[in-house]
C-alpha cells in the first residue's frame, strides 16, 4: 500500500470517526433536568387544581415539566402510614427539592434530610409544629406557606354560630395521628367555649373510624366542624354523604371539600398558595437557600356556601351572611 493511500484511508476514518464522536457523546450523557419531588397527601383526583397551579406557574416563570424540570409525583391517598416509604423514596432519589402538603408531611421529611430543600404548602402552623424556627427566618432546610388555620379556627365557629343562632353543641371531626389537625381542633373548640357551646370529639384515626364516628353523634351535636387535612381531603365524599344522611351542617377549611357537598367553607385560597410556591421552587432551583426564605402567610381566604346543601339540610341561610361569601354554590 502507498504513503498516499494509507494517508486516504487514515484521513477517511478519522472523518468517520468524528462524526459519531458527538451521538456518542449525547447518547452517554444524556442532559439531567432539575427534579421536583411532590409528596401529597391525597390523589390526583383531590389535589387536581393545586398541582395544576403549581405546574401552571412553573411554566409562566420558565419551568416547564418535562423541558425544563421533571416532576416527581407521589401520593399517600390519606393514609399516614405510607408517608414514610414515598419521602424515603423521594429523599433517596436526591431529588433538587421536595414540594409537601400539609404538616405531618413536611415533619417525615424534616425526619429524613437536612440537605434537601423542603416547600411546604398549608401547614398550619409551622413554628408550633416545630417545622421552622421562626416564620421570618427558617433555618435550616425548610420554608414554605402557612394556611394559618389555626388562626382562622374561631372565625369558622363565628360563621357556623352565624349560620345556625341556635346552635349549642358542636363537634368536631379530626385525625388524633395529625398534630397540626389537634392543635386547631384546641383553639377551634376554646373558641366556642367562649360562645357557650358544648363541644364533643369521637376520636378518628383511620378512614374505617368515620362512620363509627357519625354514628356516635346521633343526638350530642349540632353541627360539625371538619379539620381540614388528609384524611378529610381524600374522605370528603363519604363524609359530606353521612352528613347529610344524618343532617348534619358541616363547616370545612377548604372550598373543595363544599364542592363535593358539604355546606360552607372559611379558609386559605389554597390554588393561590401553590402559585406562590412555585416562585419559592425556582428561586431555590436557581441558588437561594430555603434558610433565607421567609415562611409566608396567605393573602386570600375565601368563605364558600353551598345552597344545594343547605336546602337539602332545610335551612335559610341569612342574606347577609351569602352577602359575604365569596362563592355561592347554587
Known amino acids: ?35 421536583i419531588g411532590y409528596l401529597g397527601s391525597g390523589a390526583p383526583a383531590t389535589h387536581g387544581r393545586w398541582i395544576t397551579a403549581l405546574v401552571e406557574r412553573l411554566g409562566e416563570i420558565g419551568l416547564v415539566e418535562g423541558r425544563d424540570v421533571a416532576i416527581e409525583y407521589r401520593w399517600a391517598e390519606g393514609r399516614l402510614d405510607r408517608v414514610i416509604e414515598l419521602a424515603r423514596d423521594l429523599v433517596r432519589r436526591k431529588v433538587d427539592v421536595i414540594v409537601t402538603a ?68 358542636l363537634a368536631f371531626l379530626a385525625n388524633a395521628d395529625n398534630v397540626a389537625e389537634m392543635l386547631e381542633m384546641r383553639d377551634a373548640q376554646a373558641a366556642a367555649s367562649d360562645l357557650g357551646l358544648e363541644v364533643f370529639a369521637p376520636e378518628v384515626r383511620r378512614a374505617q373510624d368515620i362512620a363509627p364516628a357519625f354514628a356516635a353523634l346521633k343526638g350530642r351535636a349540632d353541627a360539625l366542624y ?11 365524599s363519604e363524609i359530606n354523604t353521612l352528613a347529610l344522611r344524618t343532617l348534619m351542617p358541616t363547616m370545612h377549611g377548604a372550598r373543595e371539600l363544599v364542592h363535593t357537598g358539604g355546606l360552607m367553607s372559611y379558609g386559605a ?58 362563592e355561592v354554590i347554587e
Open 102 to 169: 400539609g404538616t405531618p408531611f413536611t415533619a417525615t421529611i424534616k425526619r429524613l434530610t437536612d440537605i434537601i430543600p423542603v416547600v411546604f404548602v398549608g401547614a398550619a402552623d409551622p413554628v408550633g409544629a416545630g417545622l421552622v424556627a421562626s416564620l421570618a427566618r427558617p433555618g435550616g432546610n425548610i420554608t414554605g406557606f402557612s394556611n394559618q388555620a389555626r388562626d382562622s379556627a374561631g372565625k369558622r365557629v363565628e360563621l357556623l354560630r352565624d349560620l345556625l343562632p341556635v346552635l349549642r353543641r
Open 1 to 35: 500500500m502507498t504513503a498516499k493511500m494509507k494517508r486516504r484511508d487514515f484521513i477517511t476514518l478519522l472523518g468517520g470517526a468524528t462524526m459519531a464522536w458527538p451521538l456518542a457523546a449525547g447518547a452517554q450523557h444524556p442532559r439531567k433536568l432539575p427534579t
Open 226 to 236: 371538619v379539620l381540614f387535612g388528609s384524611l378529610a381531603i381524600t374522605n370528603q
Open 269 to 326: 385560597d389554597n390554588v393561590d398558595l401553590y402559585r406562590r410556591a412555585a416562585n419559592v421552587v425556582a428561586k431555590i432551583l436557581h441558588g437561594t437557600k430555603p434558610s433565607d426564605i421567609p415562611v409566608e402567610q396567605p393573602t386570600k381566604f375565601e368563605l364558600v356556601i353551598n345552597l344545594k346543601t343547605a336546602r337539602a339540610l332545610g335551612l335559610e341561610v341569612p342574606p347577609a351572611l351569602l352577602a359575604r361569601a365569596d
